[in-house]
């Protein structure tokens, strides 16, 4: 079988513990306050900043069996190089505080999820990370311009305060064609399995980060009640 079928098979129940999310429910319901928008952003801030070292950590853990995915890392390098940025835009865009957000630490679930795929890289096989790219970029072509929709007709934010989850609706799916390639060509047992296992973590992972969006937003407001304007 196909390693992205067999992904789509065998992460069912974990993509669905993802998607069951409150605040993943509450934005495709447009039931969502803009603090809640902006910490969802932080969040992925926190993210995808480490997307460009992830990236740098598998290309240089290949092994030599493996040389061809070389160039595809370099392609992916390219792509997702200053998205953090864009990120930070949509922030400010938003009414947030994009200093503020840039020097915020990473909520715990984040901060476990990033560990996660570091490890993954470093201790275990950086194939897996693969995984990780399925989680993400898959998420982001099912949900982001939905979401992105709902969440502007519901907050009445200028378009500019999307630029993240639109070009990532978009970009990604470009990705997931680069990415069924890919997964295509690893037919060694413990290259699909490490692939496999990454996405279970990191939907378990990314779906926690989701499920402490309120909360987070709760601790926030507590304790700067007027960085984010009502």
């Known amino acids: 079988m196909h390693l992205y079928q067999q992904l789509q098979r065998d992460t069912v129940a974990d993509r669905n513990y993802l998607l069951a999310a409150p605040a993943i429910q509450r934005a495709l319901a447009g039931d969502i306050s803009r603090e809640l928008y902006v910490e969802f952003l932080t969040q992925a801030y926190h993210h995808v900043r480490h997307t460009v070292p992830l990236l740098m950590a598998v290309g240089a853990r290949l092994p030599e069996r493996h040389e061809w995915l070389r160039e595809a890392v370099l392609h992916y ?6 998205h953090e940025q864009w990120i930070l835009n949509d922030i400010e865009h ?32 950086p194939l897996g990370f693969f995984g990780m790219v399925f989680v ?48 295509g060509r690893l037919t060694d047992a413990a290259d699909r399995a490490a692939v496999i296992r990454c996405a279970k973590g990191v939907f378990w992972l990314y779906g926690n980060l989701f499920r402490g969006l309120e909360a987070d937003v709760v601790a926030k407001r507590d304790a700067a009640p007027s960085r984010l304007r009502a």
């Not at 390098?77 to 200053?82: A, H, Q, S």
């Not at 679930?109 to 560990?115: G, I």
């Not at 502007?152 to 999307?162: D, N, S, V």
């Open 77 to 82: 390098l390219d792509e997702e190089k200053g």
């Open 94 to 125: 938003a009414g947030g505080d994009r200093q503020a957000a840039a020097a915020s630490l990473p909520s715990i679930a984040t901060e476990c999820m990033v560990a996660y795929a570091y490890d993954t890289i470093e201790r275990r096989n």
């Open 136 to 183: 993400l970029e898959g998420t982001s072509v099912a949900l982001a311009l939905n979401a992105a929709d709902r969440i502007q007709q519901t907050l009445q934010l200028p378009t500019r305060a999307f630029s993240y989850l639109r070009s990532h609706g978009e970009l990604d799916q470009e990705h997931v064609g680069d990415l069924e390639s890919i997964l």
